[in-house]
């Protein structure tokens, strides 16, 4: 069982620079725990992205670590002129060695893709040609394509990934709907969903593999997402929790508030019934090993990916989380 960290590098209340220092102190704690990759969240417009482009923040993680894999989850296809996002891939994964994941979509929110003039009704058809386009040129030494979005002809691809045909892709998954189009594309898959739904995404996933007639053991990544709060006591992680979930949540539904929409993900005014319901967790270590032990056998989860750092928890606490997750959790699921 590998561990991950998922990071929307929300507003934590402090400076920017502040913030940003924070977060690779943590991140070379996570690379120093033995953590599988570090995902990273892109949001524009919005206070729940403080890291909008995601390169920029991958770079530097790729010299702050040494064995931590990273990427975005996702990079926007719609938002980026495919040939500089081929290029950055490239970059990256050179500057690593190879440990770049490349997590690709479209955008949940089409508030934030039409501030870069995109139609959010277009973003499905364009997301699957932008992805064509990518693949084609991490994987030839020229670049020639005609599609409705895009068309290149001949573009010199003169920098390659360490990682062939290319690093592995990432999807993230709300719905069973969209399962075949990763599977189809042999991507890695994240979902918030709870343990039922999440049973249902990937029982799909396998089943669709397996009619495609791909080899069980080169079976992707099937990822759960939580929030995840350690402390000595369980009181103490509760109240963090509790806490910094709120203005976590502000950050979440702030565009679409004030556009008068509704948020599309079914988020609840306070953290209790995610954490009833085993989308979250506040507690103890041992609490948490029990957690996943149930949570692991309902899924079928072969990836437990941790949001330690969400609205306004502190360093310190987020390194406890970090530090009991890497002493007390992660070696009990390590076979």
């Known amino acids: 069982m590998k561990f991950g960290i998922f990071d929307h590098m929300d507003d934590s209340g402090v ?22 990759a570090y995902h ?9 992205g403080m890291a909008p482009s995601p390169s920029l923040m991958l770079a530097a993680i790729a010299q702050r670590t040494r064995r931590l894999r990273f990427g975005p989850l996702v990079y926007l296809l719609p938002l980026y002129h495919p040939i500089r996002l081929i290029e950055e891939i490239c970059m990256l994964d ?16 089409p508030i934030e893709v039409t501030f870069y003039g995109v139609d959010p009704e277009q973003g ?8 064509a386009v990518i693949r084609q040129g991490l994987t030839s030494d020229t670049l020639t394509f005609s599609g409705d ?21 990432w999807y993230g998954v709300s719905k069973p709907e969209s399962v075949p189009g990763a ?11 709870p343990p039922p739904l999440a049973r249902t995404i990937f029982d799909l996933y396998r089943s669709e593999w397996m009619r495609l007639g791909r080899p069980a053991d080169a079976l992707p990544l099937r990822g ?51 954490l009833q319901a085993g989308s979250a967790f506040a507690g103890t270590a041992a609490g948490f090993k029990r957690l996943l032990d149930e949570q692991i056998s309902a899924t079928g989860a072969s990836y437990i990916v941790c949001d330690v750092a969400f609205g306004d928890i502190s ?17 009990a699921f390590a076979s």
């Open 183 to 193: 599977v189809l594309a042999g991507a890695n898959i994240v979902t918030l969903s």
């Open 15 to 36: 400076s920017p620079q502040q913030l940003f220092h924070d977060r690779l102190t943590l991140i070379e704690a996570y690379d120093r725990c033995g953590f599988h």
């Open 149 to 169: 979005f895009y068309t290149f002809k001949d573009v010199p691809m003169v920098l390659k990934p360490v990682q062939r045909p290319h690093p592995p892709l």
């Open 40 to 48: 990273l969240a892109e949001h524009h417009g919005t206070p729940l």
């Open 224 to 274: 759960l997402a939580r929030h995840v709060v350690l402390a000595d006591t369980e009181a103490a992680a509760l109240a963090t929790a509790q806490r910094a979930y709120l203005p976590w949540l502000r950050h979440m539904e702030l565009l679409w508030t004030r556009h008068g929409m509704k948020l599309p993900l079914n988020l609840p005014p306070q953290i209790g019934p995610m």
């Open 124 to 131: 499905p058809r364009q997301f699957v040609e932008a992805l």
């Open 315 to 331: 360093p310190k606490e987020a390194m406890r989380t970090v530090e009991l997750l890497a002493s007390e959790v992660m070696p």
């Open 94 to 109: 050179q500057m690593s060695g190879g440990r770049l994941e490349l997590g690709v979509g479209r955008g949940v929110s």
